[in-house]
């Protein structure tokens, strides 16, 4: 897997449609909304879901690097805004979760299927990491094993849990219903 | 992608350099208003979800917090058999059992009541969105209390809602006294949500089963006889110039709920 990209892959690249950003503004807003509307009222594990984060994942998954970057920018902009949380901080994490995921969806086989849950998985961890050393910059106590049990693993297994569901709706409003069907197909 | 990071410093950069009343702040605060009644939508269609979760939860560990209650009975009789001694620590007892008798809050002081309609969703702020605001006559370093004790103080507000930081946030500070005893320190949250009693000089005599209440000094912004908990653990070094006071909260922050801001 290459995570830089070369002239070949930059050449290749499209702007998207007017339909296909319509599709991704909805997309947003509803990360927006389950984030800042939903997810504050559930609590699994100690955790709360990042819909954000897991969205951000599958749009990069979908549609590659350069518009998870911006995807996720976006995303973490609107949630810091709404959340009342520092704004930049989650655009910066989720810009680096929105590209790395988006190179690997382009340079690697997703056939599998479980794609969507390593994603996640390793989008959780390294947003976690981020964050703490955010948090740690920003002279805010991190307590390693604090960090560990009630942050990190929690998160991995709630995130990556919801990842698998929330991919196949984001999916189907991406591509449409028919993309569901051939991959049932397959 | 090197774009938006640096324009995601940038913008963290201006975040933390502007003023409370800055423009980003500004935003932060007309979106909260949109967003708002939908948290309090969705916090009131989730509301028996979740009462059926804890329900759940709390079966299995009602073994443990029997045993908790228990002690918790033991400390408080001891600590209502010092209060009884005198007058004086009577109104004080009398002041923590009744959190809104009137005597505990300064005359024009006005109580107005919220529901928690939000929390933070990540682990490292100790926040609430409640769903009383500006309209209300809610301002910001407005105290914020519900039933049991001291909740947090409102950080940030709006028309019809406002912020408030737990007093178990790792920013968050409160001038506190024991009672009775009258040794005097601030209350400060930590990230674990572990609540502590600092800058208590090591001359105070402090024990376990104490009550900790907001002091009330100038320049506070609580007034006088909020209950925030009680002394759970006192512990000193040589080294160490004050003593360091473990607090268990009164209030229960995982099941906040109604709240009373308290508007001067």
């Known amino acids: 897997m290459r995570f830089t990209r070369t002239r070949e892959d930059r050449e290749g690249w499209q702007w998207p449609s007017a339909a296909e950003i319509a599709r991704l503004v909805v997309a947003l807003l509803a990360a927006g909304l389950l984030q800042t509307a939903i997810a504050p009222n559930i609590r699994i594990l100690g955790a709360n879901p990042d819909f954000a984060l897991i969205i951000v994942v599958c749009v990069a998954l979908l549609r590659g690097a350069e518009i998870g970057a911006v995807f996720g920018f976006l995303a973490g902009s609107l949630v810091a805004t709404a959340l009342m949380e520092p704004i930049g901080l989650g655009a910066f994490i989720f810009v680096i979760v929105g590209y790395f995921v988006g190179r690997y969806a382009e340079t690697a086989d997703l056939s599998a299927g479980l794609a969507p849950l390593v994603s996640a998985f390793a989008a959780t961890l390294i947003a976690s990491v981020l964050y703490a050393v955010a948090q740690d910059l920003l002279e805010r106590q991190v307590p390693f094993g604090f960090f560990v049990v009630r942050v990190l693993v929690p998160s991995l297994i709630l995130n990556t849990l919801l990842a698998g569901p929330i991919y196949v709706v984001v999916r189907f409003w991406l591509r449409g219903a028919g993309d569901l069907r051939v991959a049932r197909a397959r | ?264």
Do not use: C
């Open chain 2, 1 to 264: 992608m090197a774009a938006l990071l640096l324009l995601s410093v940038a913008m963290l950069t201006f975040y933390f350099r502007e003023s409370e009343s800055g423009p980003a702040h500004g935003l932060q605060s007309g979106v909260l208003q949109v967003v708002a009644p939908l948290q309090k939508g969705t916090a009131v269609a989730t509301k028996p979800l979740r009462d059926a979760w804890n329900w759940t939860s709390g079966v299995f560990t009602a073994n443990s917090e029997n045993s908790d209650l228990r002690k918790e009975v033991e400390q408080l009789r001891a600590g209502l058999a010092n209060e009884l001694a005198t007058q004086a620590e009577n109104d004080e007892l009398r002041a923590l059992a009744q959190l809104q008798d009137d005597k505990i809050f300064p005359k024009g002081v006005q109580l107005v009541t919220g529901r928690v309609v939000a929390r933070s969703t990540t682990a490292w702020y100790s926040t609430v969105t409640i769903d009383v605001g500006s309209d209300r006559g809610v301002s910001e370093y407005d105290a914020v209390v519900n039933g049991s004790g001291l909740v947090g103080r409102v950080t940030s507000v709006t028309g019809g809602a406002a912020q408030v930081t737990l007093i178990s946030d790792q920013q968050s500070y409160a001038d506190a006294v024991v009672m009775p005893g009258g040794a005097q320190g601030i209350v400060t949250g930590s990230v674990t949500g572990d609540v502590t009693l600092g800058y208590v000089d090591k001359n105070e005599k402090v024990k376990v089963g104490q009550y900790v209440v907001t002091s009330g000094r100038t320049g506070s912004i609580f007034v006088r006889g909020i209950p925030i908990g009680v002394v759970e653990s006192v512990g000193s070094q040589e080294v160490e110039l004050y003593q360091s006071i473990s607090v268990k909260p009164f209030v229960d922050f995982r099941k906040l709920n109604i709240v009373q801001v308290v508007v001067r």
